[in-house]
């Protein structure tokens, strides 16, 4: 079964703190990606990645930093986080390769204060 | 966001009843998903695909990439299935876009 666990599951976090969430897959797929999703929009792509040491905008990548330093770990910083940055956060993995189905953790509830 | 648009928003079902949901796409897409999200906010992929017809059970989902659209079909609805209908859409570059959801309840 694929596995792909996020913490943390919730924060709340000051104007102007850093913020890191973290991702990690068990699924040994290369490709990673980071959604954050609010009410009228959907899943918005913020950051991927192709593999260890690669990291790609999306979207929205303004105000965020990503980090891929292994196949399994892909994270998300705010280095200064925004009352705008409060959504819930889906980190998701997928093969890269023909057949890129996407696997989703259970999602990060961020609220900046 | 407008590279992928889904449609209806929202939809109401009686128990038993059929039903289709649309995605329309501005951006060049070789493959397409569809996801639900349940009530407490977990996505599960449905179906993945590239140009043709796929069917599980009682969905049944079609991409025509010539005309830019993907269909989801439901059949027989239960009360299991409520919850957001999500597509993606995926060009050559492996990181697929959303749409904004279509929300569904079915009714007993």
């Known amino acids: 079964e694929a596995a792909v666990t996020q913490s943390p599951r919730n924060k709340v976090a000051v104007t102007g703190g850093k913020v890191t969430l973290s991702c990690n897959q068990t699924?040994?797929?290369?490709?990673m990606y980071w959604y954050r999703q609010d009410t009228g929009h959907g899943l918005r792509l913020i950051h991927y990645?192709?593999?260890?040491?690669?990291?790609e905008k999306g979207d929205i990548p303004d105000g965020y930093k990503a980090s891929r330093p292994s196949q399994e770990n892909f994270s998300l910083i705010l280095e200064l986080a925004t009352p705008s940055q409060t959504s819930v956060y889906f980190c998701a993995s997928g093969t890269g390769d023909s057949g890129n189905t996407l696997y989703f953790g259970e999602g990060s509830r961020l609220i900046v204060v | 966001g407008d590279q992928v648009k889904q449609s209806p928003s929202a939809l109401s079902l009686q128990e038993g009843t059929n039903s289709a949901l649309r995605c329309n796409f501005s951006?060049?897409?070789?493959?397409v998903q569809w996801f639900l999200q349940n009530p407490r906010g977990s996505l599960m992929n449905l179906f993945y695909l590239v140009p043709g017809t796929k069917e599980n059970g009682r969905l049944k989902s079609t991409f025509n990439s010539k005309e830019s659209y993907s269909t989801l079909h439901i059949r027989d609805a239960q009360l299991e299935d409520s919850g957001t209908y999500f597509c993606?859409?995926?060009?050559?570059?492996?990181?697929?876009?959303f749409g904004a959801g279509t929300k569904l309840t079915v009714k007993p």
């Open positions: 951006i060049a897409t070789t493959t």
């Open positions: 993606a859409a995926d060009g050559n570059n492996n990181a697929p876009r």
């Open positions: 699924n040994n797929h290369n490709n």
């Open positions: 990645s192709y593999g260890a040491g690669s990291t």
